[in-house]
Nanobody, 123 residues
């Protein structure tokens, strides 16, 4: 297993969760990383991305100001801090490694995907 996401769970609206994604070193240090999510009956959508060195980040408009993506290359992990959660944030969250060093909002720019972790926000 090259990517493993964890940290999902059930939280009340307004609460916080922190997702983590552990990656094998071989594929991690030179790759942009991203988080995507998919709710039942919907397509997978972009959440956040970060460049290989953490110098550049991008977010979906729906999560700006509430979510923060970060990475620790020494530990081969990328995290997603989610604050002020809303019921509409309920989804399975996936981490992914990009083909390039720069993160992207397009799922086709990612060639490695981890198993998702469920996030459920109750109202």
């Amino acid at each position: 297993v090259q990517l493993q996401a964890s940290g999902g769970g059930l939280v009340q609206a307004g609460g916080s969760l922190r997702l983590s994604c552990a990656a094998s070193r071989r594929m991690f240090s030179n790759n942009g990383m991203g988080w995507f999510r998919q709710a039942p009956g919907t397509e997978r959508e972009f959440v956040a991305a970060i460049s290989w060195n953490g110098g550049s980040t991008s977010y979906a408009d729906s999560v700006k100001g509430r979510f923060t993506i970060s990475r620790d290359n020494a530990k081969n992990t990328v995290s997603l801090q989610m604050n002020s959660l809303k019921p509409e944030d309920t989804a399975i969250y996936y981490c992914a490694a990009a083909r390039s060093a720069i993160g992207s909002a397009r799922s086709r720019d990612y060639n490695y995907w981890g198993r998702g972790t469920q996030v459920t926000v109750s109202s």
